[in-house]
T-cell receptor, first 115, second 111 residues
Framework: NAGVTQTPKFQVLKTGQSMTLQCAQD?????MYWYRQDPGMGLRLIYY???????DKGEVPNGYNVSRLNKREFSLRLESAAPSQTSVYFC??????????????FGEGSWLTVV | SQELEQSPQSLIVQEGKNLTINCTSS?????LYWYKQKYGEGLIFLMM?????EEKSHEKITAKLDEKKQQSSLHITASQPSHAGIYLC???????????FGTGTSLTVIP
């Protein structure tokens, strides 16, 4: 059971380049998320998708676009990378369990450096 | 603005010492999660608390949620180098499918 899989794990980009972070989950979860983690800031939500076909902005969406390709996959695109986007990116998915609320599962993270 | 405040921001302890990390919210928490991130790796789910006064333990780690459901503490007994990493609390938002996270606590355990 792979859970949440993110690729690539490491990437170095030049300012202005574009790239897409891929995320897939095999748990049949409806909701998926993209977060970025910066020192002292904790995790901040970039975009989320409550269900297939829907996406919504989170706390820090500027400079990013997302696609919920199907129920399994949720990609994050940087159209023109900037040094401020150097961060660790986490994809996550969740299911709502009636008795115990939301349970969220994270990928291993993607370390992105923009030079 | 951060909805969850974690303290301390960083912690350095000698191996074998006990320690506590706190997570505080100004709002009632409806689901409080503790995660650990080892340096260079992803997040690992530790525990989830839902009920006021609830306490859960896993190996040497105990998490509690206060009766008012606005503060949680994570306590590590007899710390070991394997406990080192960043501890992160997260909470359910009451509406929709969103979560909030604290800023994290960086723990270093000196052998």
């Amino acid at each position: 059971n792979a859970g949440v899989t993110q690729t690539p794990k490491f990437q170095v980009l030049k300012t202005g380049q574009s790239m897409t972070l891929q995320c897939a989950q095999d748990m049949n979860h409806n909701s998926m998320y993209w977060y970025r983690q910066d020192p002292g800031m904790g995790l901040r939500l970039i975009y989320y998708s409550a269900s297939e076909g829907t996406t919504d902005k989170g706390e820090v969406p500027n400079g990013y676009n997302v696609s919920r390709l199907n129920k399994r996959e949720f990609s994050l695109r940087l159209e023109s990378a900037a040094p401020s986007q150097t961060s660790v990116y986490f994809c996550a998915s969740s299911v709502v369990l009636k008795a115990s609320g939301n349970t969220i599962y994270f990928g291993e993270g993607s370390w992105l450096t923009v030079v | 603005s951060q909805e969850l405040e974690q303290s301390p921001q960083s912690l350095i302890v000698q191996e074998g010492k006990n320690l506590t990390i706190n997570c505080t919210s100004s709002k009632t928490l409806y689901g409080l999660y503790w995660y650990k991130q080892k340096y260079g790796e992803g997040l690992i789910f530790l525990m989830m608390l839902q009920k006021g006064g609830e306490e859960k333990s896993h190996e040497k780690i105990t998490a509690k949620l206060d009766e008012k459901k606005q503060q949680s503490s994570l306590h590590i007994t007899a710390s070991q180098p394997s406990h080192a990493g960043i501890y992160l609390c997260g909470a359910d938002k009451t509406t929709g499918n969103q979560f909030y996270f604290g800023t994290g606590t960086s723990l270093t355990v000196i052998p």
